[in-house]
């Protein structure tokens, strides 16, 4: 029992532990800005396209600037390029803060300081997962990753909720305020870490970009992984769908429809607590392949749940699966990456990870308004599992045991 639970040993390490505790606080600290965001966006405007934009002003910094931070980590002292993000996003947050005293700022204004933070947080992304190989040992690198996740699916389930409290009880500002705070404990953690020298250079600009680029198309097991990921959440990405499969199939209840979104992040706690059962086994592949397939075939099985109760069991057991499947996959990645791509690298897995979900919610809303949901869910989750097998029957590598991973 004690080897399926959690493995624990990465927090044996002081400069992991420090860091962990501060992405945690600092995660939650971001749940708690989305919310009062969201919240101040709607209430003064009323749109449901200003609300839309929200999500745009967050992601353009990620997908126009990702691939460039990506080659900036791997030129730059990868300490010294984290602490400078990591003071930027609490900068930003102060400022949002100073609504407490100034009051609330014009919503463009609003949504300009979210993309200046989405932009720090397109250079932070990258340059954590260059951290963890740099402070684990290989065997403990699963573990790491495990921990990392089940922090951040508890800021998850957690923060939503006192978010909307505070907010409630004392206004926006106080949310702002508070995620300022938080960003002080991430600093403390990367403050921990050693210095982070790489042993070559990254060409500048859009050479630096390619030279990751081709390197993630000349490998096929970090490729395949990658296109692993891109079939369970563009194919398959069940979000868009919830409230009308509700209305449909559970008469509209909306406490059926918040549970759906708990069910997939409780599977996923689940899972990562017992993470101990797949982290120690020594082929990632096939326990990536596996958890993407489970995932594709729980959703499926949602798909034709007759009552809620069968319905809430599937997601959750589709939310276990998506965290073994990402687990595994960024364990494969950092694995296979040697040290001095592992920026561009992990810019490109990042740019795949909050992407894939936007064009997948995207697509199974197109493709049920042209059918019906139930076909929209079914067709994505078969398409996911037979996407899936493609990728295991061309990827052998994937099928085979962990090389060691060249250090540069």
Known sequence: MKHA??????????AYRRLWIGQVLSALGGQLTFVAVMFQVWDQTSSTAWTGAVGLAQALPLIVLGLFAGALVDRVERRRIYLFTVCGQLVTAAVMASQLVLGQVPVAMLLGLIAVQATFGAVAGPVARTVLPQLLSRDQLAAGIALNRIGFQGAMLVGPAVGGLIVGAWGVGVCYLIDAFTFLAALYGVLG?????????????LRGVWEGLTFVAATPVIRGAL?????????????????????????????????FLTSIA????????????????????????????GWGIALL???????????????????????????????????????????????????????GPDLGNLRGGVVASLTSPVASLASGALLCVAAVAAVAATTPGLRESEPVRSRG
Do not use: C, Y
């Open 5 to 14: 639970l959690i493995d624990l040993r990465p927090l044996r390490v002081v």
């Open 193 to 205: 870490l050693p210095r982070m020298r790489i042993a070559a250079t990254a060409k500048p600009g």
């Open 227 to 259: 296109v692993t990921d891109l079939a369970a959440t563009v194919l398959s990405m069940p979000i868009s769908l919830f409230p009308v499969i509700n209305a449909e199939r559970f008469g509209n209840n909306p406490r059926t429809l918040g549970l």
């Open 266 to 293: 409780v599977g996923g706690v689940v899972a990562s607590l017992f993470s101990g059962t797949f982290t120690r086994l020594p082929r990632h592949g096939v326990v990536m392949l596996t958890g993407s397939a």
């Open 301 to 355: 099985l949602f798909a034709f749940s007759p009552v809620p109760w069968l319905a809430l069991a599937f997601l959750a057991l589709a939310g276990a699966a998506d965290t073994v499947a990402v687990v595994s996959r960024s364990t494969i990645v950092q694995l296979h990456t040697p040290t001095e791509l592992l920026g561009r690298v992990g810019a490109a897995e990042q740019i795949v990870g909050q992407a």
